[in-house]
């Protein structure tokens, strides 16, 4: 399988720079130029990438007003029903061609979340380098396999699902053809609790399915996705907004640009720090080894003296022999007159008496 997939000029994976994705969802409003402003902003703060969302109320839900269709419970849109709030959360298709060319002459890399066949050939049509499956789709096995038909890589994410609806999204993607399959552990709340992010799912998902594993993050701040680059993560999904302030259906839980991009620096700092194993003195550590400890005289001794525990003992720095070698110290005669502060040489040591 693989363990690495590309996207665009990136390659993502384990010992690859994390792939930060901002994600534009809903927050520009319908309106064409907040919608450039998010990018340029997700450009300034750091993003690899941004995401948007391919859908309208209609490729989503029916326009239906019976108890089934209201949102009653449980997130910020209580009260809607789920055609309404599609229908003002939606991104113009007319303006999606335009969006990636725009995000891609600043350097970024442009995809979307396709939520039905006819986005996915939309999406297609634009030549996008990767395809989404939102959490609420990740059950959705045709649409995976729509995806997957194209023979690019795909991202799942994985909110809600348990661990037989992974491995049946996994292999629906992998059985159509798809360039890699990449997962994104996920918490299906808006916002997200801290206690219900399960991060250490991270590196049991990689391991279980052999596959890049990242984070499709709805925590406020940017802690969690920290701490899930720490346990092996390689993409990093943040809802990005200009402000809070401005109202939207997904403002509340997105993160402003700096916030993104503290978040940013963050996780550069982690994989820097994650590094690989090594065991042994580091370049920047040279100058500190010799503050080791190590055998010193003292006190003043003589010539045939006994070396003791009261004129030889292991302190700071470390020009004399190790410290493990005091117990063969101790009893042994001087050769030559030693100074108070001397390190200890085998030189200088002779004899039992």
Not at 131 to 152: C, W
Not at 219 to 239: F, I, M, N, P, Y
Request: glycine residues 8%; proline residues 5%; negative net charge.
């Amino acid at each position: 399988m693989n363990k690495s997939i590309r996207i665009g000029n990136r390659i993502v994976g384990t010992g690859e720079a994390v792939f930060i994705i901002a994600e534009v969802s809903a927050n520009h409003n319908q309106d064409f130029d907040t919608a450039k402003a998010i990018i340029a902003a997700a450009k300034e703060a750091g993003a690899d990438a941004v995401k948007m969302q391919t859908y309208t109320a209609d490729t989503l839900t029916i326009d239906c007003d019976n108890d089934y269709f209201h949102i009653k419970k449980g997130t910020l849109w209580v009260g809607k029903t789920l055609y309404n709030l599609y229908k003002e959360a939606y991104t113009p298709w007319e303006w999606q061609p335009d969006l990636k060319r725009y995000a891609e002459d600043l350097g970024m890399i442009w995809f979307s979340t396709a939520f039905d066949f006819t986005a996915v050939d939309f999406l297609e049509g634009l030549n996008v380098p990767v395809h989404k499956i939102a959490s609420f789709e990740n059950v959705d096995s045709p649409l995976i396999e729509k995806m997957g038909n194209t023979g690019k890589p795909v991202l799942i994410s994985c909110g809600m699902a348990n661990l037989g609806e992974i491995e049946e999204a996994v292999i629906a993607g992998r059985k159509a053809g798809a360039d890699g399959i990449a997962l994104l552990k996920c918490t299906s709340a808006y916002p997200a609790p801290y206690e219900e992010m399960n991060l250490r799912t991270i590196p049991n998902l990689a391991k279980t399915f052999d596959c890049p594993v990242g984070l499709s993050d709805h925590t406020l701040g940017w802690e969690t996705a920290a701490a899930a680059v720490s346990l092996g993560a390689c993409l990093v999904e943040k809802h990005f907004t200009l402000s809070r302030n401005i109202p939207g259906p997904d403002s509340a839980f997105s993160m402003e640009p700096e916030e993104f991009k503290e978040m940013v620096i963050a996780l550069r700092r982690v994989e820097k720090a994650l590094g690989k194993v090594h065991y042994g003195t580091l370049e920047q550590e040279s100058h500190s080894i010799i503050f080791r400890r190590s055998l010193f005289v003292t006190e003043d001794i003589q010539t045939g003296e006994i070396f003791t525990e009261r004129n030889v003992r292991s302190i700071r720095p470390g020009y004399g022999l190790p410290p493990k070698y005091l117990p063969e110290v101790l009893g042994k005669m001087a050769l030559r007159d030693l100074k108070k502060g001397t390190p200890l040489k085998w030189e200088y040591l002779g004899g039992e008496k």
